[in-house]
């Protein structure tokens, strides 16, 4: 929003020069009542207006006039209150509007049952501090793909997924980072809260109840779903997480995403796959190869899981197979992993094994 706020005083003093295109305005009575109003003449205007108040932390008597279109400013407040997490205070559902001569003047809503100001504001503090915790621990010297992947898994690994509301705040970036218990919305609220943060271009796609991110890397978008690697192995499994939507392409997204712009204002092109998680991490098999598979069991040998994901179903098949029969016994042993340390699971949608070292996440949680 750094344009917006740039373009909008040229704006303000366009205004002042043009004033008489706008008679019913020009009484000394009404110049009176609108003395404390903004002028906001389009979308983008009124966008920054909204915007600059809820900044400040003010959502009563926001006035304006100028807004040819009355009937799009339900609108405009949502699209603010969407493409700022920070703003997950204000429930944007209900909009209340008054309109006395010569200005618009608009109330919104807090959520969780109009709590005190002091009281929305601890909780950006809040949100704040568990960002600043993630981006402090992300190792020195990462590449930038690896500080979006580290941000991703600490999200993931650190958030369960809450099939009903807990409260006003479960399905936002407050629910995500904080309680740690959220839903789609609240996941996606939260990675492009940090990457934000960071400097990253990053926003929120949603389309048929369900929310997922989209983010720029060198001149290219890419689409990451965290909800979606989120998922529910069961109780026995601690790092039930995956990559499975990390850093895709459109290609890859579209088998169970709607792609299609609906309400959103911006639909990227994600034509590229170079990013995906499998494909840097080498673990992405497009055959069944005993050595490359080794390979990569070696790299991540000190981690609490590998990934291996695969092209085709046939070798995705043959690699079970190969597991379940002890055919990848000795590719382990050479990766000098305790054989007695693993579990496997499989993800048949994704084709993607899992290899979970259950004995080194049963010390890592005991201390």
């Given at each position: 929003?750094?344009?917006?706020?740039?373009?909008?005083?040229?704006?303000?003093?366009?205004?002042?020069?043009?004033?008489?295109?706008?008679?019913?305005?020009?009484?000394?009575?009404?110049?009176e009542t609108r003395v404390?109003?903004?002028?906001?003449?389009?979308?983008?205007?009124?966008?920054?207006?909204?915007?600059?108040?809820?900044?400040?932390?003010?959502?009563?008597?926001?006035?304006?006039?100028?807004?040819?279109?009355?009937?799009?400013?339900?609108?405009?407040?949502?699209?603010?209150?969407?493409?700022?997490?920070?703003?997950?205070?204000?429930?944007?559902?209900?909009?209340?509007?008054?309109?006395?001569?010569?200005?618009?003047?608009?109330?919104?809503?807090?959520?969780?049952?109009?709590?005190?100001?002091?009281?929305?504001?601890?909780?950006?503090?809040?949100?704040?501090?568990?960002?600043?915790?993630?981006?402090?621990?992300?190792?020195?010297?990462?590449?930038?793909?690896?500080?979006?992947?580290?941000?991703?898994?600490?999200?993931?690994?650190?958030?369960?997924?809450?099939?009903?509301?807990?409260?006003?705040?479960?399905?936002?970036?407050?629910?995500?980072?904080?309680?740690?218990?959220?839903?789609?919305?609240?996941?996606?609220?939260?990675?492009?809260?940090?990457?934000?943060?960071?400097?990253?271009?990053?926003?929120?796609?949603?389309?048929?109840?369900?929310?997922?991110?989209?983010?720029?890397?060198?001149?290219?978008?890419?689409?990451?779903?965290?909800?979606?690697?989120?998922?529910?192995?069961?109780?026995?499994?601690?790092?039930?997480?995956?990559?499975?939507?990390?850093?895709?392409?459109?290609?890859?997204?579209?088998?169970?995403?709607?792609?299609?712009?609906?309400?959103?204002?911006?639909?990227?092109k994600c034509d590229s796959?170079?990013?995906?998680?499998?494909?840097?991490?080498?673990?992405?098999?497009?055959?069944?190869?005993?050595?490359?598979?080794?390979?990569?069991?070696?790299?991540?040998?000190?981690?609490?899981?590998?990934?291996?994901?695969?092209?085709?179903?046939?070798?995705?098949?043959?690699?079970?197979?190969?597991?379940?029969?002890?055919?990848?016994?000795?590719?382990?042993?050479?990766?000098?992993?305790?054989?007695?340390?693993?579990?496997?699971?499989?993800?048949?949608?994704?084709?993607?094994?899992?290899?979970?070292?259950?004995?080194?996440?049963?010390?890592?949680?005991?201390?």
């Amino acid at each position: 929003m750094g344009i917006l706020k740039k373009l909008f005083p040229v704006m303000a003093v366009l205004v002042l020069m043009c004033g008489c295109d706008y008679d019913d305005y020009d009484s000394e009575e009404t110049h009176e009542t609108r003395v404390n109003a903004v002028y906001a003449n389009d979308d983008e205007a009124l966008y920054q207006v909204i915007y600059d108040h809820l900044s400040d932390f003010k959502y009563d008597s926001i006035k304006f006039y100028g807004y040819p279109d009355d009937d799009k400013v339900f609108d405009i407040v949502q699209r603010v209150v969407y493409e700022h997490p920070e703003f997950f205070w204000i429930d944007d559902s209900f909009l209340g509007r008054s309109y006395p001569k010569g200005y618009t003047d608009m109330e919104l809503n807090l959520r969780g049952d109009e709590l005190p100001i002091g009281r929305i504001k601890e909780m950006c503090d809040e949100v704040s501090e568990q960002a600043d915790r993630i981006i402090h621990n992300i190792p020195v010297g990462a590449s930038e793909w690896e500080k979006i992947l580290f941000v991703h898994d600490e999200i993931v690994k650190n958030t369960w997924y809450q099939d009903g509301d807990e409260d006003d705040f479960t399905d936002t970036v407050y629910g995500c980072l904080v309680n740690g218990r959220t839903q789609s919305a609240g996941y996606a609220q939260a990675f492009q809260y940090i990457m934000e943060r960071m400097g990253f271009e990053c926003g929120m796609f949603s389309n048929s109840g369900h929310t997922w991110n989209y983010i720029r890397l060198d001149g290219k978008y890419y689409w990451i779903d965290l909800a979606y690697d989120d998922p529910d192995f069961g109780e026995d499994v601690y790092y039930n997480y995956t990559h499975n939507y990390f850093m895709c392409d459109d290609g890859h997204l579209s088998e169970n995403h709607d792609l299609s712009k609906g309400d959103n204002r911006f639909v990227p092109k994600c034509d590229s796959f170079d990013k995906y998680f499998y494909i840097v991490d080498g673990s992405y098999m497009t055959e069944y190869n005993a050595d490359r598979i080794r390979k990569v069991i070696a790299k991540h040998s000190s981690e609490e899981q590998i990934e291996i994901k695969f092209e085709d179903e046939k070798d995705y098949q043959d690699a079970i197979e190969g597991i379940r029969h002890g055919v990848g016994a000795i590719e382990f042993m050479k990766a000098d992993i305790d054989l007695s340390e693993l579990s496997y699971c499989w993800i048949d949608d994704w084709l993607v094994i899992k290899l979970l070292l259950g004995q080194r996440i049963e010390e890592k949680t005991s201390n």
